[in-house]
RNA sequence: GGGCGCGUAGCUCAGCGGGAGAGCACUCGGCUUACACCCGAGCGGUCGCAGGUUCGAACCCUGCCGCGCCCACCA
């Protein structure tokens, strides 16, 4: 009996063209309002911080792949009946629209000092609103669900609020101060940088031993950078070293300067390293520095800040810090005074993250937080579980960081960003503002500097929702669910928005999952940048294999925490992918298979097995994507679609379908697990399963269709066997035609004998089918026989060839079976003839070894007797 | 110097205590009525090296070799 059914109206083209599939695909799901977060709904809330997108007017291989994925995240949600909200930003890209309006205004012949700050500031929100419509319409091709109508692209002028509220609240607290520290300085921006912006590189530099003073009194030191000496203030020893212990007290002549300066004994030299004394440069060294508020010692300032020498009266003042390197060395030499010199001298320098060159430390006056309560709580929250890590090996490095943080400097002394809320009056007042603070009156100043562009961005989980008011979207969204970023900016953006978030919003963090992943590499593994090539723009992907393609290929190889190796091949190995799931739906509506109709009550083997196939696919896609562990969960639907849907059920459903007391159900079975199939790889294919999906049921879209829960059968052991054993007979037949030489196409007339004691009588023309069998006619006359042993009998396979077998080949491979069986045989004696293991192993594994035994006994019997019975070739 | 991790098939990786796996590449046979972006069969590995624990180790422990990343104020 046929069930009647309303018509499916979708026509689905004999060929996937992805880019015919996605065209308007987007626009028509923001229209339905799919993306529309429904604040107000008695939905749980699932809320996601997400990284911005990239403002330099592309899309980064990396940004498709932390989007791809989270929009994964956030698809699934959406489909289990969460509401779901998105809280994008774009603050913390404003260092790449600034670089990018500079390079602007240079091609035009100005600067930005030329120009001016407001001016300036003026250019970069234009830059903004012409260029964020071109990254969002980029995200969009992307598929991201993202929640656009809410117009947080943009928000800097409401951060700018919150920014100043914390600032006020942090510096009231005490925890924002100014002070002069030795901070790491950028010539070329002439700015401050905080730690983590300065990447520690070996560079070849030189290392010249000086001697200060003479005759016996006289002492060598090293440096590799000569210009500070014209800064030295001292010559430090270790107390406890016997060579230096008459000098310790005493003076000594600076040379060049011929100032005269004190020899000290401070702990912090190591009397092993080098002759054992030490320059002091107090005002730029960090350690020095030290030194020297130890010891009480001048500090002055030897250069400007853009590395220039100054102030030292001598002729090196108003050279480049490079210059007067060679300079102050020439002279040095020309007294006879440099000692020593190594060259190269392979020593680690600190760079400027952002410009590249050297940095230099510098003593200087400067805003720092004080970061010590607020680590220390950051560090709490994952050791007692508020916080969660995944993946967990990367806890160490948290811990390692926020335990051992040194206080944040940050002010900035660049033309762009936040300002900082402080004043200075006419008679050194200083008071620090709150947003709706009136500025105090003239005479008064604010402070020039700006605010560190992570001090912004840390505020993201709470200033997107409205802080500092208590909005209810604050309330209902806060903490947020999950932060899904790169485990490079972990100390970056993350370590910042859970201080702000846990100290701003009284001790809840700012999400209660950390989850990590890893960056985007080539295909042999190396890191995708500029200088090596290697670089590919998402969208040349996108236009050869489709969308669906790109994302695929990233969630297969998305490990937690680990890079992904991503390729062409890849890529076009998920295209490949997704055409295999277009030919296999057009198959199914072509038969006539349905969602919609009632599953068979009582299934065949096949519609057994794959339904029960379908749960286990599903629960254990459930599992991997809470997880975080898209590789996984993406491998998992892979090889269940290819490998057991295609290439098995669609081959046994063809027979089933020719059958009539079995087409009806196979029909409602291959409906069925296409649909949940299709549901459950919308988030990873967006675009090519609302296409299959909406033409299989007749649905009206799979962004809205509920995630499947109940789809599949609990599974039958006894059906699942049978089907196991049907393919075991298959793979047997296919390899010993492809061995005699017997052509695909060529169908061979053969008896099946022993189908039925196996238990699988029912399967012969599923069979017959798929090893393209014939029936034996009148006549038949074998002319092989082919033993298959099954778990429940063995089958004898008898086949007429047509003509000799091939003795050789067959010889061959009934002599590969009979090593591999007694290897088997052998392993097995090994195991079973010790005492040891039959007494502690398990029971099952015995038993399990003495079941291989016996197979590979059977097995070795039943291979000679056929040896012996072969005629000699 | 400290921390984390990796060395498994030609390439990229999964497996992490009981019969060595996947994708791509390669070989052979097939345009079989969903699919040649395909189907079928196959080749290919002393699981970095050396010890140890265990009845049993690619898997756990120790050492060594090679590699990567993060952190770190040694002139």
Not at 252 to 275: N, Y
Not at 587 to 594: H, I, K, M, N, R
Not at 829 to 855: C, M, S, T, Y
């Amino acid at each position: 009996m046929t069930e009647t059914l309303p018509p499916r109206t979708a026509d689905l083209p004999a060929q996937w063209n992805p880019g015919e599939v996605e065209a308007g695909m987007y626009q028509r799901w923001v229209e339905a309002g799919y993306f529309t977060a429904d604040v107000g709904s008695d939905k749980p809330p699932f809320c996601i911080v997400i990284p911005p997108p990239n403002v330099t007017g592309s899309l980064h291989m990396g940004h498709a792949f932390e989007h791809s994925l989270i929009d994964i995240l956030v698809r699934r949600r959406r489909m289990q009946g969460y509401e779901t909200l998105w809280l994008p930003g774009m603050d913390h890209a404003s260092i790449a629209v600034h670089a990018l309006v500079e390079r602007a205004l240079a091609a035009e012949g100005t600067s930005r000092r030329e120009l001016g700050r407001e001016a300036f500031l003026e250019r970069t929100w234009e830059w903004k609103a012409e260029h964020g419509g071109a990254i969002l319409a980029q995200m969009r091709r992307l598929g991201e669900s993202l929640d656009w109508t809410r117009e947080r692209f943009t928000m800097d002028a409401g951060l700018n609020r919150a920014v100043v509220t914390i600032f006020k609240r942090l510096h009231d607290d005490g925890l924002i101060y100014r002070a002069e520290r030795m901070v790491n300085w950028s010539p070329e921006m002439r700015s401050v940088l905080s730690d983590i912006e300065v990447e520690h590189r070996d560079v070849s530099g030189e290392l010249v031993s000086i001697r200060y003073g003479d005759g016996a009194d006289a002492l060598v030191v090293a440096t590799t950078r000569v210009e500070t000496m014209l800064g030295d203030t001292a010559v430090a020893v270790h107390p406890d070293d016997e060579r230096y212990a008459h000098l310790v007290g005493r003076e000594i002549e600076l040379p060049l300067v011929g100032r005269m300066i004190k020899i000290v004994a401070d702990d912090h030299v190591d009397p092993s390293f080098g002759t054992g004394a030490v320059k002091v440069t107090p005002a730029h060294d960090p350690n020095d520095f030290e030194i020297g508020r130890r010891h009480n010692l001048p500090m002055p300032t030897i250069m400007d800040e853009s590395g220039v020498i100054t102030g030292t009266g001598t002729e090196f003042d108003g050279m480049d810090r490079f210059t007067a390197r060679v300079a102050v060395r020439e002279a040095l030499a020309a007294q006879g005074r440099i000692v020593a010199e190594k060259r190269p001298y392979v020593h680690n320098v600190g760079h400027s993250s952002r410009s590249g060159e050297p940095i230099e430390p510098r003593l200087s006056l400067q805003w720092f937080v004080r970061v010590g309560p607020l680590a220390q709580a950051a560090g709490d929250a994952v050791r007692d579980g508020r916080v969660a890590v995944h993946p967990p090996e990367l806890e160490p490095r948290w811990f390692g960081w926020v335990d051992n943080m040194h206080d944040w400097c940050i002010s900035r002394q660049l033309w762009w960003g936040h300002r900082i809320p402080v004043w200075y009056g006419p008679d050194g007042g200083v008071v620090c503002l709150g947003p709706d603070d009136e500025p105090p009156g003239a005479g008064w100043a604010q402070d020039e500097d700006v605010l560190d562009t992570w001090f912004s961005s840390g505020l993201w989980p709470f200033s997107t929702l409205g802080w500092p008011d208590t909005t209810p979207d604050l309330e209902r969204f806060y903490p947020t669910s999950v932060l899904f970023t790169g485990y490079d900016i972990l100390f970056f953006w993350v370590a910042r928005m859970m201080m702000f978030g846990l100290y701003a919003m009284d001790g809840a963090p700012p999400f209660h999952t950390i989850a990590l992943h890893g960056m985007v590499r080539d295909q042999f593994g190396k890191k995708m940048s500029k200088s090596a090539g290697n670089t590919v723009d998402p969208l040349e992907w996108m236009d050869r294999y489709g969308t669906d393609a790109l994302r695929f290929a990233l969630a297969r190889g998305a490990n937690p925490g680990t890079d992904v190796p991503v390729g062409e091949d890849a890529v076009a190995a998920a295209r490949n992918f997704g055409t295999k799931l277009w030919n296999a739906t057009r198959f199914a509506l072509g038969v006539g298979a349905d969602p919609r109709l009632s599953l068979p009550a009582a299934p065949t083997d096949a519609d057994a097995w794959i339904l029960g196939r379908l749960r286990e696919v599903r629960e254990q896609t459930d599992a991997l994507l809470e997880d975080y562990q898209f590789a996984k969960a993406v491998e998992g639907l892979y090889h269940f679609t290819w490998d057991e849907l295609c290439d098995w059920y669609l081959e046994l459903a063809k027979v089933q379908l020719a059958d009539g007391a079995t087409a009806d159900g196979t029909r409602a079975v291959l409906g069925h697990v296409l649909d949940a199939l299709l549901r459950l790889l919308h988030p990873v294919t967006p675009f090519l399963t609302e296409a299959l999906w909406i033409a299989l049921t007749g649905g009206e879209s799979v962004v809205v269709a509920p995630w499947p829960v109940e789809a599949g059968a609990a599974t039958d052991v006894a059906a699942t066997a049978r089907v196991a054993a049907v393919q075991e007979l298959v793979t047997e037949v296919r390899r010993f035609r492809t061995e005699q030489r017997v052509p695909d196409n060529r169908r061979v007339a053969a008896r099946l004998v022993g189908l039925d004691e196996a238990g699988l009588g029912g399967h012969r023309a599923a069979v017959a089918s798929m090893v393209r069998l014939d029936a034996p006619g009148e006549g038949f006359a074998p002319t092989a026989t082919l033993e298959v042993a099954l778990a429940a009998g063995t089958v004898h396979v008898e086949l007429d060839t047509s003509g000799a077998i091939d003795v050789a080949a067959e010889r061959a491979r009934l002599g590969r079976d009979l090593t591999a069986a007694r290897k088997e045989l052998d392993q097995a004696d090994a195991k079973l003839g010790n005492p040891r293991f039959v007494e502690k192993a398990p029971a099952e594994v015995v038993e399990g070894i003495r079941a291989r035994r016996g197979a590979a006994v059977a097995g070795i019997e039943r291979v000679t007797a056929r040896l012996a019975a072969l005629p000699p070739s």
